[in-house]
């Protein structure tokens, strides 16, 4: 149970006493003085006692009849008279008993509960003026001459009630406020609550979003994988065995293509082992970036005897594994496309390392292409390579751009933050 919830309890609790105190304390009261009175008459006393007797029970009735208006403080009318009545009633058995004044005490309680603003210290007033009867000994020692004792008795009472009933009204104030703020602080706890099951739904469902983007992810990093490893080395091999196999008439030449054919198996096979148990391509396993790309375009030259030429600008130092690895598979395929569908002479490959960036840049002087083309998807034609590429260039917030006019050659430059070893990707 929260502190909200006790001290809701707690106050509701003693709003429930407190009612049925002030229910039944001017029954109670009604009952002392009456019982007072009687004794007094059985000692001699001299007192009306029909009277007596037959104004407690108008009195007793009055409460009993008023008691369900007391609960409506809106209709200021029933109010007003019930109080009205009450002071009659009390003000009529005091003047006939002065022991009454224990029941007229109740004028004090019902003028702090039922009325409100200037009205109650009028209550406290008309209360102070009939209890001070009973202090001067009754009517008779009024009447007798003791106006002065009872107009001074009235007015100390009068100002001591009103203070009072001041300081109670402040405290009453401050209840009713921290009861408000209980209040809100409820709803407030509520509309909470009612958030934090929302948010724990929501939370559930980003978890299975999140599962399931990375589940994509993974799909599209593997498939990525097997395009920069198997498939270049499928299309390698093929290149060089559909050379070796017009070339059948040139030992030399077939015998070197079937050479080069069988060391891209060699490399195929190591590749695809590596990316099963997802570890950096052989190339950077044994080199820096720089030298990884300088041997893959060399080796690539040799293939397709295309003069290619790679240049590092800046400041060449370790990366993070990942950064190393995208640009070297990015190196790759651009080099495949290339040797697809360029049809060039010449291919320059520019790694250039800045303060925050590296970029490798691809140029050749090929046919060229409409540059629309290398945003298609999954095509017969390789289009999934530059797809690949672009998603593994993004994976690390970085980009490709490529440009190209038909018959002009293509340049692509991809940029990714230099993370160096042991960063956070």
Sequence with gaps: MSIETELRE?????ERRESVFYSVLPYALLAISTVLT????????????PAILGLTLVTTVWLSVFSRAQGDRRNGTLIAVSYTGLMITAAALVVLSPWYGVFAFVGYIHAFLLLAGPWRYVGVAATSIIMAVSYVGGWDNIAEGRWGVWVTISAVTGVLAGTSFYFAASTDVTGRKQKQVLALLHDANAKLEGALEENAGLHAQLLVQARE?????ERQRIAGDLHDTLAQSLAGILTQLQAAEQTMGDAPAARRHLTNAL????????????????????????ALLPEAIGEVTRRWAESHLVDAVFTVTGDARPLHTDVEATLLRTAQEALTNVAKHAKAGRVGLTLSYMEDLVTLDVRDDGVGFAPDLARTAISKDGGFGLTAMRQRVRRLAGQVVIESEPGAGTALSATVPATPVGGTQ
């Design 10 to 14: 707690e106050i509701a609790r003693a």
């Design 38 to 49: 009687l004794l007094q008459i059985g000692q001699g006393e001299r007192v009306a006692l």
């Design 213 to 217: 983007a990375g589940i994509l992810d």
């Design 263 to 286: 060391a891209l198996a060699r490399e195929s096979l190591t590749d695809a082992r590596r990316t099963i148990h997802a570890v950096e391509p052989d190339a950077l396993a044994h």
